[in-house]
Each structure stands twice: as C-alpha cells, then as structure tokens.
C-alpha cells in the first residue's frame, strides 16, 4: 500500500523527525516504524484467522497509532475504541466484529465479559528484543479492510463501517494533492480515534512528513492546560469540529499570537456557521479556512471549499464546496431521478472512497449500499442541492440520524436505550436547533411510577443509567415529563406534534 511505503521511506529519510507529539511523549518516524513493526511481528506469531479485526482501546497514546499501523502490517483491520466508550458498548463492539484480540493502550486494567484476548501494549512491545522486518506481502491491501469504525445503529446495536486499503489512499491523495498541506507540517489531533474526523489529522500528516500533536480530553476540558499546550505546539494544521474552535474562540487569547505558524484550518463533521469562520479570519489573517463534508462510510470526506471573504459575503449558510476529483455526487428525488439545479435531493456518493459496507450486516448494508456504473455508491440519508455555480449545500437528514457536535448518532438508537430503563414508559428525543445548527437534545418522557419527589431527580435516575449504555455525547441535555405524548392516525409517535408541545 502507498501510505504505508511512504511512510518507510520517511522512516528512513528523516528518522529523527518527530512523528507523534503529545504533553508526555514524543515519537520520531524511526520509533514509529521500528515499533509498529514489534506490534506486527507479534500479531503474526498469534493463532489469528486472516483479516479478523483487531480492537485496539485507549485514548490518545502514541501506541494507538503505533498499534494501528502494526495491526494493518499483519494483515488485519482495526478498531479504534477510545475510553470514554462505556463498556457495555465496547463487548457489544467485540461481539459484532467477531474480534478474538484486543490491544489495550489505556494503562488501565481492561476487564471484558467476552472471550477475546486482551495484550497490553506495553507488554506487547516488551514480548520480544528485536522484531524482522515484517514481508510486505501481509499488509493489508487494496480492498481489504484497513480500519473499522464503529458508529450509532437504530437498533440499538452499533454498526461496523468497514474502511478499505483503497478506500483511505484515495482519501489521502486527495488531502494531499487538493490542501495546502504537503510537507512536514504539524497537526491538530483533536478528535479521539473512534470518531473518523482523527484520520483527517493522522494519515495526511503521516503521508506528507507530518507531525500529529494531540491533545487530551483532560485538556480539553481544562482550557488553562489546553492554551498552554497549543502554545507551545507550533500547529500548522488546525482539524476539529466546529464546536471545538467555537469553544476556544470564547478566550480571547485564541489568535494568531497564540498560535503564529498556523496556516490551514480543516473543519469536518458538522455544519461550519458563518459567525465562527468570520470570527476565524479575524483573528488567524495568514490562515485559510476549508470547509468539507462526508460521511463516515465515504472514507471521512468527500467535498471541500475555501472559505473566502467573497464566499461569506455571497452566502448566509455556508456551501460545502464540490466532490473531490475521483468522486461524483448525485442530488435524486423520491423516485431516483436526479433534481435540477437549486432543488433539494439526497445526496448519494459515487467513488473510490466509498465503503465495502457494514461489517457482517448484510440487510443494512443492501439498503444504503449499491453499484452505479461499476463504482460502488452509497446512500447518505443527507439531503442537499446544487445552486447555479455547481457549488452543493447541506440540508440536513432525511431520516433521524443526526450530527451534533461531530458525532453522528442516530436518535432512534438513544430513545431505544431510554425506554429501557426502569423508569421510563416511553420517550422521543428531539434535536433543538439554533441558527440551522443542532444545539442540543431533549428528551420527552412518560415516566413509570417512581418514588422521587423532584423531577431533576428522576433525571438524574435516568441519566445514570444512559451513562452505562451509551456516550456521554449521546445522552440528551434536557428532560421533560408528560402523562401522554402525542401519536399519529397509523399509531406512530407524532414528533412534529411533540417537537411544539415540548419547545413551546
């Protein structure tokens, strides 16, 4: 594979050349390697059926990337688990991948009611003094899988989205041939590595002599340790979420003094609004600022745009910019007949980025899957339209999945795992929005009978419950009571009746 050639060949040109940066360690391209090598030599030792998936757990250590690539090296896919996944979610993970190894970075005893195997990383790189190089020939490859991520499923069980050797080069080449960002330039790794958003920092850094400096949900949530790292973190390539810049654009300090290399911006996983992006240029004059836009099961990203004085000037809502050059983006009606010019379609997705589908679920992937002129495609759920320009703009979904923050959930799923506690008889979440952009989730409940004599108590009750089921992202901000909700004529819950009852 291309990525994984070049990355030797950097290991070998610039050995000394830091490759992962963090508050506590530093690894050069020639630790990266030489390790991720120790990891492979390894996994090939074990009794493991070929491709089976490997989950690799932790937050962000340098041997999760290390653990990555030594997994791909053996011929195996992996599976970014970060901590803050309860472990509920993290078995029901093992159990749908069919993974028999995990490789726990956490420094944290892993205790897991399944029958997979856990090897602590440390242990791991100790098992052996030297590792061979390991043969080429079992490296992941074209359409194998090189990574799975895990994301929200309506059942209640998460989905697998498999992500092929191909399927991330051509991710890749477009990152580095379409971006100012080719050569040796360090990275912003904001996002953990279950959410994809972390590949659009990793591997174009690691494709280009990049270094990756990632900061921790610690940091993050102490904003004093997280402007002193940053400070000192020479970033070129600012990737995260919108969110994440809004929140950091509340201390004022958050400007180009702060961070004087800094050149590009890369905003990926949620609607980019217009105040953040002026707020931006105004304080990061020497920087530019890139809007894109894809699923997870395109492989990250798939369309992209500058964002210009001219783009802000035109535009209340931001474009999402045009598909990448090896990719084609389709705007169909109902009927799949695709819209003209200015109207609203779904948004299907045509190219090489496009996933194999979700690992071991055949009808979900049958549904949103399928071949347009001998190229695989995918249905995205999204909704948008193309204006006059040929420029494309995202209209929200079309189903009840939904982005807040950068996550993807689907709603569904979190109204699933509230009706089975105890406490509820049933629930509706609805998304609150403010500007066009999701703000936050609430929650309408019909409570059971319970002993509590406030209601912020029952919501506590529940809260804690969620707590061990789903991410902290996923549980909805507000809660609110009623006797009855309101239902359709074909008996189904009538969400636009609940959504006035409850924002009233």
């Not at 003094?129 to 080429?136: C, F, L, R």
């Amino acid at each position: 594979m291309k990525l994984l050639n070049t990355i030797r060949e950097l290991a070998l040109s610039q050995p000394k050349a830091k490759a992962y940066i963090s508050p506590e360690i530093e690894i050069t391209y020639d630790q990266l390697w030489q390790q991720s090598e120790q990891v492979a030599a390894f996994l090939l030792k074990q009794d493991l059926k070929k491709q089976s998936p490997i989950l690799v757990y932790g937050h962000m250590e340098p041997g999760m990337i290390i653990s990555f690539l030594g997994c791909v090296k053996a011929g195996h896919p992996y599976i970014p688990v970060d901590t803050s996944i309860p472990m509920e979610r993290v078995i029901k993970i093992i159990s749908s991948a069919h993974s028999g190894l995990v490789i726990n970075n956490s420094n944290q005893p892993l205790h897991l009611n399944s029958d997979a195997s856990i090897i602590n990383y440390d242990v791991l790189l100790t098992s052996q003094t030297k590792a061979e190089p390991v043969d080429t020939s079992n490296w992941v490859k074209e359409d194998e899988n090189f990574y799975i991520i895990f994301t929200s499923g309506s059942t209640g069980n998460p989905k697998g989205v498999q992500i092929s050797a191909n399927n991330l080069q051509s991710f890749i080449n477009w990152m580095v041939e379409d971006f100012p960002i080719n050569g040796n330039l360090c990275f912003l790794n904001q996002a953990p590595y279950s959410f994809d958003l972390s590949v659009m920092d990793i591997y174009p850094a690691l494709a280009s002599g990049g270094s990756i400096f990632s900061i921790t949900k610690e940091m993050i949530a102490r904003p004093k340790l997280l402007f002193e790292a940053l400070e000192k973190s020479n970033t070129q390539v600012w990737t995260s979420t919108p969110s994440f810049a809004q929140m950091c654009l509340m201390d004022p300090s958050f400007n180009q003094d702060l961070l004087p290399e800094l050149a590009v911006f890369l905003f990926c996983g949620e609607i980019l609004p217009v105040s953040v992006s002026k707020q931006l240029m105004e304080r990061f004059p020497n920087a530019k600022i890139f809007n894109t836009y894809g699923p997870t099961e395109a492989t990250v990203a798939i369309t992209s745009i500058e964002v210009t004085d001219e783009i802000l000037n035109k535009h209340q809502n931001l474009p999402i910019g045009v598909a990448k050059s090896d990719t084609q983006i389709l705007l169909l009606d109902e009927n799949g007949a695709e819209v003209p010019a200015g109207e609203k379609g779904e948004m299907i997705i045509v190219g090489p980025g496009v996933s194999k589908g979700y690992l071991g679920q055949k009808e979900l992937t049958d549904k949103a899957f399928f071949e347009y002129s001998g190229q695989q495609a995918y249905r995205t759920g999204d909704a948008g339209y193309r204006d006059e320009d040929g420029l494309l703009f995202y209209k929200g979904r079309i189903d009840f999945q939904i982005k807040l923050h950068g996550y993807r959930m689907e709603l569904e799923e979190i109204e699933y795992h509230i009706a089975k506690s105890n406490y509820v008889k049933s629930a509706v979440v609805i998304p609150v929005y403010q500007n066009e952009k999701i703000e936050y989730l609430l929650a309408a409940i019909v409570p059971s009978e319970h002993d509590f004599e406030k209601e912020y108590q029952l919501t506590s009750a529940i809260k804690k419950e969620l707590g061990e089921l789903i991410p902290a992202y996923m549980i909805p901000r507000k809660f609110t009571y009623h006797d009855e909700l309101p239902i359709t004529a074909n008996g189904k819950m009538d969400r636009k009746k609940i959504k006035e009852l409850v924002l009233q």
